[in-house]
């Protein structure tokens, strides 16, 4: 594939999502809370969006570049799913998301910040650079646990990370990068602490050697 971030696409990304942000903010949405949409659980973690700003500083910390191959587990607005693009440069980023609402907004903010993909799908997660896919966390399509991610971004409840933590281990050993926002890994103490930032939440895992 040939995109290549557009020259201004920081000042895209962060201008497309702080707008997102801000009306996110000015919406006063009646429950934050949904439990189920069309039968795939979603409380695994409302959509609670990371700050633009932080979510750059994450991919920073992560230090995702070229090589990397990135999955956002529950995408939200495909805002990291976006930026790792946009901002690091990843090879390769996807989504996977159960709100049908919020990936049809992800695939509108990231044609914005990347006009390049105008007429790309955004749906196939063989051909497409970036992809967003709608899908139950709790019931992945088959091709993800096998594809060789190289950081893995979560902001989910740490009630649930018990259900994910063979998916991150998997990969953890392989030699990828763990993202969590908001919520440390603990209870999986297999897993290093390489940095983190209290009090932006952002916590990065991997193997020793892997920053
Ligand atoms: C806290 S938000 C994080 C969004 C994004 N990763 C970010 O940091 O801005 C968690 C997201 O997970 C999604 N989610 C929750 N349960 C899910 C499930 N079972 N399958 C797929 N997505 C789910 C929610 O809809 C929400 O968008």
Not at 124 to 144: K, M
Request: hydrophobic residues 40%; proline residues 6%; aromatic residues 8%.
């Amino acid at each position: 594939m040939t995109h290549s971030p557009a020259h201004h696409s920081q000042s895209n990304f962060l201008q497309i999502f702080q707008d997102a942000d801000h009306q996110i903010h000015d919406d006063s949405v009646e429950d934050p809370f949904p439990a189920y949409l069309d039968d795939i659980d979603t409380t695994l973690a409302p959509f609670c969006p990371t700050s633009a700003k932080r979510v750059l500083k994450a991919l920073r910390m992560a230090h995702v570049g070229p090589h990397d191959w990135v999955i956002d587990l529950g995408s939200g607005d495909g805002r990291f799913v976006t930026a790792a693009v946009a901002e690091m440069n990843a090879a390769k980023a996807v989504g996977i998301e159960s709100d049908t609402a919020l990936v049809h907004t992800s695939k509108t903010l990231a044609k914005k910040v990347l006009p390049s993909l105008s007429s790309a799908s955004l749906e196939d997660l063989e051909t497409d650079r970036i992809c967003f896919i709608e899908g139950d966390l709790l019931n992945l399509p088959s091709i993800v646990h096998p594809t060789p991610w190289t950081v893995i971004v979560l902001f989910l409840l740490p009630d649930h990370t018990d259900k994910f933590a063979h998916l991150l281990l998997h990969h953890y050993r392989r030699g990828a990068r763990i993202v969590s926002l908001v919520f440390n890994l603990n209870e999986i103490p297999e897993m290093n602490l390489i940095t983190s930032d209290e009090q932006d939440g952002i916590y990065v895992y991997g193997l020793a050697n892997k920053l």
